[in-house]
Antibody, heavy 126, light 111 residues
Framework: QLQLQESGPGLVKPSETLSLSCTVS??????????WGWIRQPPGKGLEWIGS???????YYNAPLKSRLTISLDTSENQFSLNLSPVTAAETAVYYC??????????????????WGQGSLVIVSS | QSVLTQPPSASGTPGQTVTISCSGS????????VSWYQQLPKTAPKLLIF???QRPSGVPDRFSGSKSGTSASLVISGLQSEDEADYYC????????????FGTGSKVTVL
């Protein structure tokens, strides 16, 4: 069974960099057709997709975040990471990592998130 | 700003059937599949339905999904107290070079 676990600072200052990692166990992040993504949820609000990366390192970003966002793979650690800079207080949220599943024979048009980490609360405050 | 619109809330008594709608557009549900997620309080979302109407292993068959045109629905049959949660639809959006979008979310209350 695939398991994902977020890690990183719980407090980030405004204008600085939010960095999170997601460690995957029970499977390889570099397996063909695997995509991996980040989703966030501000307190009391809905879900927002941040971006995803595929097994080859190709990235797909939410357009409003694109200029501040980097998602990368670390195959040696079986991890993928999120860097968002600079951040504002409005980006205080629970950040989830997840496997961005794509059914066989389809592409991202049929995708979904089938495995999720437990979430990591990141507070942006001075 | 989500481009998938859901009713803020829905409710029912135990045993009843509850339906949650998800309204999209030609760039979302008109061309792409829908997935549905259940989020219990203080927990990560859980996949309920993928590829419009497919249930992952372990999801009770009380949960069913459908899609027609630019709209989709999640039906919860035989409502149970443990179904009280937030529910989100989601889809790929072909606009803006492509991105994944979640619906606005619906809170289901079991009366």
């Amino acid at each position: 069974q695939l398991q994902l676990q977020e890690s990183g600072p719980g407090l980030v200052k405004p204008s600085e960099t939010l960095s999170l990692s997601c460690t995957v166990s029970g499977g390889s992040i570099s397996t063909t057709r695997n995509y991996w993504g980040w989703i966030r949820q501000p307190p009391g609000k809905g879900l927002e997709w941040i971006g995803s990366i595929d097994y080859s390192g190709s990235t797909y970003y939410n357009a409003p975040l694109k200029s501040r966002l980097t998602i990368s793979l670390d195959t040696s650690e079986n991890q993928f990471s999120l860097n968002l800079s600079p951040v504002t207080a409005a980006e205080t949220a629970v950040y989830y990592c997840g496997r961005h599943g794509v059914p066989r024979g389809t592409q991202l048009w049929a995708s979904y998130f089938d495995f999720w980490g437990q979430g990591s609360l990141v507070i942006v405050s001075s | 700003q989500s481009v998938l619109t859901q009713p803020p809330s829905a409710s029912g008594t135990p045993g009843q059937t509850v339906t949650i709608s998800c309204s999209g557009s030609s760039s979302t549900l008109g061309r792409n599949s829908v997935s549905w997620y259940q989020q219990l309080p203080k927990t990560a979302p859980k996949l309920l339905i993928f590829h419009n109407n497919q249930r992952p292993s372990g999801v009770p068959d009380r949960f069913s999904g459908s899609k027609s045109g630019t709209s989709a629905s999640l039906v919860i049959s035989g409502l149970q107290s443990e179904d009280e949660a937030d529910y989100y639809c989601a889809s790929w959006d072909d606009s803006l070079n492509g991105h994944f979008v979640f619906g606005t979310g619906s809170k289901v209350t079991v009366l």
